[in-house]
């Protein structure tokens, strides 16, 4: 997906009263390195100029007869074999399949499939894996936790471990080394302390911890909703890339948050290893090349739609350097009444947004990695490359249909984010810490959705119900 040369191409029909197909478009950049070898400018471009999932490298000059373009990919129905696999093979499979799912995981999918007594399709395990990573669902978070003090900390006080007799908070079991251990993170810090605050009296809270982003109301007639969300991982290799997605989605929520919000403001925090950091270990990017490239991504893409970076932090730690903090969110915000909606039976379903390329492919499973120095090079395709301009478009369809009072497409936007992101997963779910009232089933026909693809095609979902993700066990955290 080319967004740059998107605009143009339709830019360029327009003038010329054609049909945007009859026009070609591609974009790129030339660069005249001197000093480096010769031999070492292929590798140059390809770390540090280009990215090879989306880009071509030429090393000698290039004028085609004529521009490539995508074609169809032909569907090929996949089967996985996982039955009878011992947890050797599991892990592997997991690995190789880049599908990230712990043992346990691999095993509740194993048993599943061989009480259907047939193997998953591709697009299957794919859902699977995507709606348990850490992206959609939020293991870790949501796990139970045994929190044990560290030698370090002796003499700081830690919540929970240090809480007086007789005020001990829900959830929180203590034991006689010391630890504590915490039935549900998310629920019982972040989430319990909103709703004790609720419970206490406090009448401004409109919608907490059920839709796309937090609502509270301003005054009488206006809400503001807020979202925010790291992209860690995608930002460690293509921080450009990774920051400006990760704003986009933030985007994304606020406009799919009740029935639509207005995205007016952008934020965002930076954690990363001090600029001057003299060794950068291999398979890392500099930390000063990810401060200056995650700053570019979240304000350009703000800024081809018109939403300004109000304000931001930057923090310097050399424990980031392997894995930056990038810290992205959106304010919106929404008539008072615009809060609440739902999903009906006979509702139609409304896919908006560019077409499926190459790009973010397993973005989401990518999330529950372990990054090691070889990350960059086998994980580049899980970027996704975010289309502004498209994004900005889509926002103005839907905030004019919520003008003229349409409440069908409205509701479509309250069953499923305006832009599914097929890349990463998100055509397969929700954030699963955000759960509608209530869940309706929903069918999506896209038959020229993978038109740019030069790859496989999607499988297709078999009879039977999901497996449920096994719970998780406690974790030791020091």
């Not at 299957?124 to 030698?151: F, G, M, P």
């Not at 471990?161 to 019982?188: A, M, Q, Y």
């Not at 139609?348 to 990518?366: C, N, P, S, Y």
């Not at 209530?438 to 790859?455: K, T, Y």
């Amino acid at each position: 997906m080319d967004p740059t040369a998107q605009s143009v191409r339709t830019a360029a029909a327009e003038l010329l009263g054609v049909e945007p197909d009859a026009v070609r478009v591609s974009t790129g950049w030339r660069y005249d390195l001197t000093g480096p070898d010769a031999a070492k400018a292929p590798e140059i471009a390809t770390r540090l100029l280009a990215n090879p999932v989306v880009n071509a490298i030429h090393d000698a000059p290039f004028h085609p007869d004529a521009l490539p373009v995508g074609h169809a990919s032909e569907f090929r129905l996949t089967h996985i074999t996982i039955r009878g696999l011992d947890d050797a093979a599991l892990t592997t499979l997991s690995r190789d399949a880049h599908l990230f799912l712990s043992l346990d995981e691999m095993r509740t999918i194993r048993d599943h499939y061989e009480s259907l007594g047939r193997e998953p399709t591709d697009i299957e395990l794919e859902t699977l894996a995507q709606t348990w990573s850490e992206h959609c669902v939020h293991k870790t978070l949501k796990s139970t936790i045994r929190y044990r003090r560290d030698d370090s900390a002796a003499g700081l006080p830690v919540p929970g471990l240090d809480t007086p007799e007789g005020l001990e908070r829900p959830g929180h079991t203590f034991h006689d080394d010391g630890s504590v251990t915490i039935d549900n993170l998310l629920k019982r810090t972040v989430a319990a302390a909103t709703f004790e605050l609720i419970d206490d009296g406090l009448d401004w809270t409109l919608s907490v911890f059920k839709d796309n982003a937090g609502i509270i109301a301003f005054d009488e007639s206006t809400a503001v909703c807020v979202k925010v969300e790291t992209h860690n991982h995608p930002s460690a290799i293509e921080p450009y890339g990774g920051a400006a997605t990760g704003i986009g989605g933030c985007i994304r929520d606020i406009i799919g948050t009740g029935l639509a919000a207005k995205p007016v403001a952008s934020t965002d925090v930076f954690c990363v290893a001090h600029p001057d950091t003299a060794h950068v270990p291999a398979g890392c990017l500099p930390p000063k090349r990810i401060l200056t490239e995650v700053v570019a991504g979240v304000r350009d893409y703000g800024n081809r739609m018109g939403i300004p970076t109000l304000n931001g932090a930057v923090y310097f730690d050399d424990r980031y350097i392997g894995n930056p903090l990038v810290f992205c969110g959106c304010v919106g915000v929404m008539p008072i009444d615009r809060v609440e909606g739902d999903a009906r039976p006979g509702d139609l379903i409304v896919a908006l947004g560019g077409r499926t390329g190459r790009d973010g492919i397993h973005g989401a499973t990518f999330s529950s990695a372990e990054l090691t120095d070889t990350h960059a090079d086998e994980f580049s395709h899980a970027v996704q490359i975010g289309n502004a301009i498209e994004e900005k478009r889509t926002l103005d369809a839907i905030l004019r249909a919520r003008r003229r009072g349409r409440p069908a497409l409205l509701r479509h936007h309250r069953l499923r984010r305006r832009r599914l992101q097929l890349g990463r997963g998100r055509d397969g779910c929700r954030d699963r810490g955000q759960r509608p009232a209530r869940r309706r089933p929903a069918q999506v026909r896209r038959p020229d959705l993978h038109r740019d693809l030069d790859q496989r095609g999607p499988g297709t979902h078999g009879p039977g119900r999901r497996p449920r993700p096994p719970r998780r066990t406690p974790a030791d955290l020091r």
